[in-house]
């Protein structure tokens, strides 16, 4: 019996590459959060704005009740930047599992400049990093250093999920 996987981490860390790689590995459906805002919330991003907790409210529950809906396994891509936000997944399915792509401002800064026609702009990963709460060891999830190829992410990832699930 599996868990669901996020795949969490600041704009430009790598979740969607990386959650759909890993989705791949494992054999598990793939979702992207970035698919599951409201318009509204785009407009909001695409100006520039960053969105609040009554932003992201409804559009966390629409991503725990996908992850109820994959509780036997899944990987879903969401920034999760604040340990409410993943407690409130949690919620939804206890069995959850956090990967965080944990980098720093510079190599996720230079990412994001090279991904052209995204709909968030640049200018708000400072806010993006300034509401990040990475995640406290008492949450048992995983953190990786995103610094590496996509490969050598996924393989510490596939070793070290398990082991997070017998805990
Ligand atoms: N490990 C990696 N090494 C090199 N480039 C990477 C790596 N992971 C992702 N990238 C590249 O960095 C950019 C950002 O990655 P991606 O779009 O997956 O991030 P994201 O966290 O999903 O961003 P957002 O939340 O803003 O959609 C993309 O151009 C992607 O190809
Ligand atoms: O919580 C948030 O502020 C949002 O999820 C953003 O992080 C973006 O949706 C996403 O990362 C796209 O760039």
Known sequence: MGSPVVVMGVSGSGKSTVGAALAQRLRVPFADADDFHSPENIAKMSSGQPLDDADRRPW????????????????????????????????HVPSVVFAHLEGSVEVIARRQASRPGHFMPSALLRSQFDTLEPLDPAERDVTVDVDRDVDTIIDDLVVALPAVEEN
């Open 60 to 91: 966390l529950a629409d991503i725990g009740r996908w992850l109820a809906e994959h509780s036997d396994g899944g990987v879903m891509s969401c920034s999760a930047l604040k340990r409410s936000y993943r407690d409130l997944l949690r919620e």
